[in-house]
């Protein structure tokens, strides 16, 4: 028999391991990718998949186009496969990348093969398994064993994703010095998941809060939607997730003292994010707040934790996850359900 949890607590507190397992395997490929993009200049970039890998495509797509100027969107792939031309223009010099940890998932596959289809296009695949129908249909694809898992919810495997598609922009634009420093992100990880699961904890057992807003803006609103999404499947409990300022036009009407406002700050937008979350406190809410690093006072913040990471802002969304997992976990535990097992969730979406 398994402890309820067990297999949920397992991954999120041993995802760097499946960091570097996903770093290896681009390591080992990267040669090919060099060669890849080497022939292919690209002016468009479309990320797809479900569920949380929407999530994390989301946040890539902004730091891809911010670093390189070529227009790079994230489309959930149900998007792609149910209205094709609302979503890809037929540019021929488009590449899709498509997110999948069972590399099962029957939008995501097909939206692949609508993809290459129609526009004769080339996709890569991002997945945790090599036999998967997705890695057949990717010219490459980065396979990340050690990304599987034994819970419906997506923790490690998700993380490491996000990281083989940072990766994969690094080698794609021969941005070597940001590819060397995703090196450092496995260790930083696990400082950050020691430093971090007390205050998860506190925050979980606060039987005051049972409705969640996590918000972030850029690069951090994917982050905060993957929060959103990791709080309903394992605690089933209300959550939202916003671009940070857009909570004022009209989410903010639901403040009440049940409420904590999960504010993901940036360092670009720092001044007006914390604006908006001094301006919650004010109607009642409480705050959790996740910077990497602020000069700001802080002593109006119920709850906040501090990653100090070193690195660079559009290297670090990653390390935003773990505590935010395990808030979610803690959450569910202390609500006696079962992380590992979510209700009404399968492991994989067949059509
Ligand atoms: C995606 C998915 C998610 C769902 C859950 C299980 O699968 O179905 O949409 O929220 O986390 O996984 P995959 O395509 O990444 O395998």
């Not at 949890?5 to 080992?28: C, H, Y």
């Not at 891809?64 to 792609?80: E, H, L």
């Not at 850029?218 to 939607?225: E, F, N, S, T």
């Not at 505590?323 to 992380?339: E, H, I, R």
Request: glycine share 6%; with cysteine; aromatic share 10%.
């Amino acid at each position: 028999m398994f402890d309820r949890g067990e297999f949920t607590f397992r991954e999120i507190l041993s995802q760097p391991e499946a960091w570097k397992g996903m770093l290896q395997e681009v390591d080992n490929k990267k040669d090919a990718l060099l060669d890849f993009f080497k022939d292919r200049q690209f002016s468009e970039v479309i990320f797809t998949g479900c569920g949380s890998a929407h999530h994390i495509s989301q946040t890539i797509s902004s730091i891809w186009q911010n670093y390189t100027g070529v227009r790079v969107v994230a489309q959930p792939a149900s998007q792609i496969l149910l209205f094709p031309r609302f979503y890809l223009i037929g540019e021929k010099r488009s590449l899709l990348v498509a997110i999948s940890r069972s590399g099962e998932t029957t939008e995501t596959v097909e939206a692949v093969k609508i993809f290459k289809k129609t526009y004769n296009g080339e996709a890569v695949a991002i997945t945790c398994y090599g036999e998967s129908s997705l890695t057949k249909e990717g010219a490459i694809a980065l396979i990340n064993e050690k990304g599987q898992e034994e819970s419906i919810a997506q923790t490690s495997s998700i993380s490491s994703m996000l990281i083989g598609a940072q990766s994969l922009m690094a080698l794609a634009n021969g941005f070597m010095d940001y590819y060397e420093r995703l090196k450092f992100l496995p260790s930083i990880g696990e400082r950050i998941i020691s430093q971090s699961k007390d205050l998860a904890r506190e925050v979980a057992e606060n039987k005051d809060f049972n409705r969640f807003f996590f918000l972030g803006s850029g690069h951090l609103y994917g982050i905060a939607c993957e929060a959103m999404l990791k709080m309903k499947e394992m605690a089933l409990t209300n959550s939202e997730s916003f671009p940070t300022l857009e909570f004022r036009h009209g989410p903010k009407s639901m403040v009440d003292e049940s409420t904590l406002i999960i504010g993901l700050v940036s360092s670009q937008a720092r001044v007006q994010e914390l604006a908006l979350l001094k301006e919650m406190k004010s109607l009642g809410a409480k705050l959790m707040v996740i910077a990497d690093n602020l000069e700001e006072e802080l002593s109006w913040i119920d709850y906040s934790l501090i990653l100090n990471s070193g690195l660079q802002e559009l290297i670090r969304p990653v390390l935003y996850l773990p505590p935010l997992q395990l808030l979610a976990y803690y959450k569910s535990m202390v609500k006696g359900l079962n992380p590992d097992r979510p209700k009404n969730v399968d492991m994989v979406v067949k059509l």
